[in-house]
T-cell receptor, first 111, second 113 residues
């Protein structure tokens, strides 16, 4: 069974203080690792897909990286508007498309 | 234009009632999903349809019945609602069930009293 564990559960940063979120996973035949951002009262918003170890994707202050067992979401010089819950999910080779999510990391960036 | 839209956004109902949530996507995707997000914000898949065919049915009580009249619509009907059904239900769609990320609707917050 696919499993995803995210850490930390919550992270408080000062504006401009860079940090990383972790996503550890076990999956049979990785068909994609996905990062989403979720704001209160809204649905998850797709950020990145990573397919193979060593792959990196960037978007503004966010950079996602992937190894064979974990993924990191690096946040460089965050701003208060980056505050949200960040969700990691995997799609396995036998999952028929379903995403298995971690519990999320609640990021709060203080001005 | 809203890519994945759900109605209603909020639903408050009494135990034992039957209710439906509707979902429509205008992205031309082949696959649609229902996910449930509990009070701890944990998202878990319930059902998946590919071109109107059910391909995933997780261990969900049979009081929950999805229906896909066409590949752009996936509705969720819930019979005999229970307190434990209170959660946020998300509809999602994706282009290729095996490789692409999914796009989510804004969610339906169901409260059973």
């Amino acid at each position: 069974e696919d499993q995803v564990t995210q850490s930390p559960e919550a992270l408080r940063l000062q504006e401009g203080e860079s940090s990383s979120l972790n996503c550890s996973y076990t999956v049979s035949g990785l068909r994609g690792l996905f990062w989403y951002r979720q704001d209160p009262g809204k649905g998850p918003e797709f950020l990145f897909t990573l397919y193979s170890a060593g792959e990196e994707k960037e978007k503004e202050r966010l950079k996602a990286t992937l190894t064979k067992k974990e993924s990191f979401l690096h946040i460089t010089a965050p701003k208060p508007e980056d505050s949200a819950t960040y969700l990691c999910a995997v799609r396995g080779g036998t999952s028929y498309g379903k995403l298995t999510f971690g519990q999320g990391t609640i990021l709060t960036v203080h001005p | 234009d809203t890519a994945v839209s759900q109605t209603p956004k909020y639903l408050v109902t009494q135990m034992g009632n039957d209710k439906s949530i509707k979902c429509e996507q205008n992205l031309g995707h082949d696959t649609m999903y229902w996910y449930k997000q509990d009070s701890k914000k944990f998202l878990k898949i319930m059902f998946s349809y590919n071109n109107k065919e059910l391909i995933i049915n997780e261990t969900v009580p049979n009081r929950f019945s999805p229906k896909s009249p066409d590949k752009a619509h996936l509705n969720l009907h819930i019979n005999s609602l229970e307190l434990g059904d209170s959660a946020v239900y998300f509809c999602a769609s994706s282009q290729d069930s095996m490789t692409m990320g999914a796009f989510f609707g804004q969610g339906t917050r169901l409260t059973v009293v």
